[in-house]
């Protein structure tokens, strides 16, 4: 659809849409502001739709749909936030120090197979995806 002179010099002096975002950071659990106060966060979990059937595809459009009518709309803003994170984190050293077994043979695949982690991490295999409202 065009747009008219009017309406793109109308769209110039808008907002930018970095001034609109007040989330500067999520650490430990905690969404910190811009200005440093702290406001309720959540991450959200996703749903495969593309195994769902109707019915669960529906529901879960439901649920998020009764989140977002739950926000009053003239004191409060949601803002929704999605990150892309490499790596497997602590879980290798987490496997590595759980490690119970006696035999020698079990040990020596699992240094294998740890080692095999950890080559995978290196060239970026492992990739996790995270919501936040």
């Known amino acids: 659809m065009p747009v008219t002179i009017r309406d793109y010099e109308q769209s110039l002096r808008s907002a930018a849409l970095c001034e609109n975002l007040r989330i500067r950071d999520l650490l430990d659990?905690?969404?910190?502001?811009?200005?440093?106060?702290?406001?309720?966060?959540?991450?959200?979990?996703?749903?495969?739709?593309?195994?769902a059937n109707d019915e669960a595809r529906?529901?879960?459009?439901?649920?998020?749909?009764?989140?977002?009518?739950?926000?009053?709309?003239?004191?409060?803003?949601?803002?929704?936030?999605?990150?892309?994170?490499?790596?497997?984190?602590?879980?290798i050293a987490r496997y590595s120090r759980e490690q119970r077994n006696s035999s020698a043979v079990l040990q020596m695949l699992d240094r294998a197979r740890t080692d095999q982690w950890r080559r995978?991490?290196?060239?970026?295999?492992?990739?996790?995806?995270?919501?936040?409202?």
């Not at 926000?71 to 803002?79: K, N, T, V």
């Open 29 to 51: 659990n905690v969404a910190v502001q811009v200005d440093g106060s702290f406001v309720a966060g959540y991450e959200l979990s996703g749903m495969n739709s593309y195994y």
């Open 58 to 91: 529906n529901r879960a459009k439901s649920a998020f749909e009764a989140l977002v009518r739950s926000l009053s709309e003239q004191s409060m803003r949601m803002q929704i936030r999605r990150e892309i994170s490499g790596g497997a984190g602590d879980l």
């Open 120 to 133: 995978k991490e290196a060239t970026g295999l492992y990739i996790q995806h995270h919501l936040h409202a």
